[in-house]
RNA sequence: GGAGAAAUACCCAAGUCUGGUUGAAGGGACCGGUCUUGAAAACCGGGAGGUCGGAAACGGCGCGGGGGUUCGAAUCCCUCUUUCUCCGCCA
């Protein structure tokens, strides 16, 4: 979401943005929504005159009703009463185009970022940096469902009868693991200095719609019957809508936080529920980055975020590239965002396991988080980064560390949350 | 889940019963000064107060959110949220 009165001062900038995002369609916006803000002034302009006149004469009232003037007072009531009648359809008209300019700057795209490579769709993201040789082993590489099924390490079936499709137990070692992955994931994110938090699990409707498009809600989020509250698809929603309305300081700057949470996503209308095994599902665990900078800042803060995934999962032996994002493929409150995406041995291919994107300050218009800095408050830039999202993470850690003869070896930075074990043993049935 | 109390600006806190120059007393913090080697404390002085429009003058909104009554609402009514106390239930 764009600053109405930066997208007056630079229609040519703001349309030359929706050519590069492919979107056309919504160049005759930019002029309609700025003559709609005109008439919204004007009428703005009438309407504080009138309620001027209103403060004015309702204090003379008191005025008059104390001197014991009546008939004075009775007179200026009348003018009153006129008065609250004709702003009755002033303010019905203005708050109209107040939502018509909203619901117009809603669907206006950020500013995305100089750098950002020009591109229709996602077949045109670039690489950026391969970190880690792909290796292409000797043997070949099961797919992680079968590996699980070796370990004794996932029910899919059970799940299927308590929950349905898109759920899964994750039994034994495997567990384990899982969990000691986010664990890690978590001291990871401690020793980069980050703020650990647990947040809700559960948000209300206006946060909700605060963090995300209505079609975005419709896809994603599940809702708890009888209640004005929904399951989180992301920590990001909590952490940020943590923030709605609010002003922080600026020596509180930058906030980097890394958050544990349970996600929930219906998946509607994204293919690949029915597909076999843990790659995507209704329900996963994640540790996220949060951060809230100044905007100045916000470019080094997202080199840092995703750097830090890909040094996360290096440290796992699991070699990743970043994908950058292109223009049309870019989500439209995002200035920035690149995939990293860990090595498949078995698809000999990249797929992705986190996302890092930078929305300048969109998500901070649309919420209102400011800070309060030496001249004036302003709006913050918000980040947000995947470190690790599982099962997706340990299905690139199991394919990475498979070894010829069926066992896993476990990544040392693992073997600490995994009482010292080294090796996950396939069971023989 | 039940009963009660509360929410005022950066913080504390008057005002709400009895509606009318209340942008909202008084403090603290803040800024300047006296004193001090320096600081603290004390004392003296000072401005701003949130947000939107405006170059400014000025004006609108605004006392937890939303709605209502009224010529006029921080103040009266309804509703929601949050916090605290007590009871119940519970990992």
Redesign the pocket.
């Known amino acids: 979401m764009l600053d109405i009165?930066f997208l007056r001062e630079n229609k040519d900038a703001v349309k030359e943005n929706l050519k590069k995002k492919f979107q056309e369609e919504k160049l005759p916006l930019v002029d309609e929504v700025s003559e709609k803000y005109d008439r919204k002034?004007n009428l703005?302009?009438r309407?504080?005159?009138l309620?001027?006149e209103?403060?004015?004469?309702?204090?003379l009232?008191?005025?008059l009703?104390k001197d014991g003037k009546k008939e004075e007072a009775e007179e200026k009531?009348k003018r009153?009463?006129e008065i609250?009648t004709s702003l009755v359809d002033l303010e019905k008209e203005a708050e109209e185009l107040d939502v018509e300019i909203k619901k117009i700057m809603m669907t206006i795209p950020q500013m995305i970022d100089a750098s950002v490579p020009i591109g229709k769709d996602d077949s045109e993201n670039v690489e950026n940096e391969k970190f880690g040789e792909p290796v292409v082993p000797t043997y070949e590489i099961p797919h992680h469902a079968d590996i699980c099924a070796k370990l004794n390490g996932i029910d899919k079936e059970s799940a299927g009868r308590t929950s349905g499709n898109g759920f899964y137990y994750l039994m034994g070692d495997v567990a384990r693991l899982h969990s000691a992955m986010i664990s890690y994931a978590r001291d990871f994110m401690i020793d980069k200095g980050f703020n650990y938090c647990v947040p809700p699990f559960m948000i209300r409707s206006d946060v909700v719609t605060g963090v995300m498009s209505f079609t975005e809600m419709e896809n994603m989020m599940y809702k708890i019957e009888n209640e004005d509250l929904y399951l989180i698809g992301t920590s990001e929603h909590s952490m940020i809508g943590k923030f709605k309305d609010q002003?922080v300081k600026e020596a509180e700057l930058p906030i980097a936080m890394t958050s544990y949470s349970p996600c929930f996503r219906k998946e509607v209308g994204s293919h690949g529920i029915e597909e076999r095994g843990l790659y995507r599902v209704h329900q996963f665990e994640k540790q996220e980055m949060v951060v809230l900078c100044k905007p100045e800042d916000a470019m080094d803060w997202y080199n840092k975020m995703w750097s830090y995934t890909v040094e996360f999962f290096r440290s796992l032996d699991v070699p990743v590239r970043t994908l950058e994002c292109c223009s049309g493929d870019l989500a439209d409150l995002k200035v920035k965002s690149c995939d990293v995406e860990a090595w498949s041995p078995r698809q000999q291919k990249y797929f992705e396991v986190g996302s890092c994107s930078t929305l300048g300050d969109a998500q901070a218009r649309r919420l209102s988080i400011?800070a309060k800095g030496e001249n004036?408050?302003y709006l913050v830039a918000t980040l947000n980064n995947t470190v690790l999202a599982t099962p997706r993470g340990l299905i690139a850690v199991l394919e990475n560390n498979y070894r010829e003869d069926g066992s896993i070896k476990i990544p040392e930075a693992l073997r600490p949350y995994m009482g010292g074990k080294e090796t996950l043993v396939p069971k023989n049935n």
């Open positions: 009165k002034r703005q302009q309407i504080d005159d309620r001027k209103r403060n004015e004469t309702s204090s009232i008191g005025g009703m009531k009153v009463v609250n002003i400011r004036g408050n």
